[in-house]
């Protein structure tokens, strides 16, 4: 069972700055694909970061959701199996819980999809994050 456990949110004024780190567990990159996604409440779940692997030389993607590109940036450190979310000049409308996910486990009608490519099926309890303007 793979596991993903999030930390680093917290509550910020807007233009303000966060890091999130997801430690997983090494079956977590099994699949192709590991990211972030978020919720608010009353909303649906918006694919926010992912990298996808691409496989031999071919290196990796990653993908961006267009409400977080040039302010959300994704990283890892496979050496200590954590996954990064920079967050910078956050906005109120940032504010959710926010997912580390893993392309591990059965697709379900649960399964998020992020950029057509990367299936996010796993995902750990969040980390809540609050921007105030």
């Known amino acids: 069972q793979v596991q993903l456990v999030e930390s680093g949110g917290g509550s910020v004024q807007a233009g303000g700055s966060l890091r999130l780190s997801c430690a997983v567990s090494?079956?977590?990159?099994?699949?192709?694909?590991i990211g972030w996604f978020r919720q608010a409440p009353g909303t649906e779940r918006e694919g926010v970061a992912s990298i996808q692997t691409l496989g031999g030389t071919l290196g990796s993607r990653t993908y961006y959701a267009d409400s977080v590109k040039g302010r959300f940036t994704i990283s890892q450190d496979r050496a200590k199996n954590m996954v990064y979310l920079e967050m910078n000049n956050l906005k109120p409308e940032d504010t959710a819980m926010y997912y580390c996910?893993?392309?591990?486990?059965?697709?379900?009608?649960?399964?998020?999809?992020?950029?057509?490519?990367?299936?996010?099926?796993?995902w750990g309890q969040g980390t809540q994050v609050t921007v105030s303007s």
């Open positions: 090494e079956n977590a990159y099994s699949g192709k694909c």
């Open positions: 996910a893993a392309d591990v486990g059965p697709l379900l009608s649960t399964t998020l999809i992020v950029a057509g490519v990367c299936p996010l099926k796993s």
